[in-house]
Nanobody
Framework: QVQLMESGGGLVQAGGSLRLSCAAS????????MGWYRQAPGKQRELVATIASGSNTNYADSVKGRFTISRDNAKDTVYLQMNSLKPEDTGVYFC??????????????WGQGTQVTVSS
């Protein structure tokens, strides 16, 4: 199994910044894409940004130019730098990893989520 541990959420005023981190651990054989998703109250979970193992990135239109996803393959960690935050960015942010272990085939893993609240 792969465990994903998110950190870095919190309360920030509009226009502020936060940096989320997600560290993967376990009997990891390989991690392909990693990403961040978010879920606002009463809404479905949505993609925020993904990064492939080769560092190709993909962003939701709503965060382009404000958020930057990056990863440190040596640490099995993905980051999300969030700048110019808006109240509509509020939600629980979930880390996702497409990974395989020495015992299990490739599959998706999810973290527990970290709350981001942006006040107006």
């Amino acid at each position: 199994q792969v465990q994903l541990m998110e950190s870095g959420g919190g309360l920030v005023q509009a226009g502020g910044s936060l940096r989320l981190s997600c560290a993967a651990s376990g009997s990891i054989l390989n991690i392909n894409a990693m990403g961040w998703y978010r879920q606002a109250p009463g809404k479905q979970r949505e993609l925020v940004a993904t990064i492939a193992s080769g560092s190709n990135t993909n962003y939701a239109d709503s965060v382009k130019g404000r958020f930057t996803i990056s990863r440190d393959n040596a640490k099995d960690t993905v980051y999300l730098q969030m700048n110019s935050l808006k109240p509509e960015d509020t939600g629980v942010y979930f880390c996702n990893a497409d990974a395989s272990t020495w015992r299990t085939a490739r599959r998706n893993y999810w973290g527990q989520g970290t709350q981001v609240t942006v006040s107006s």
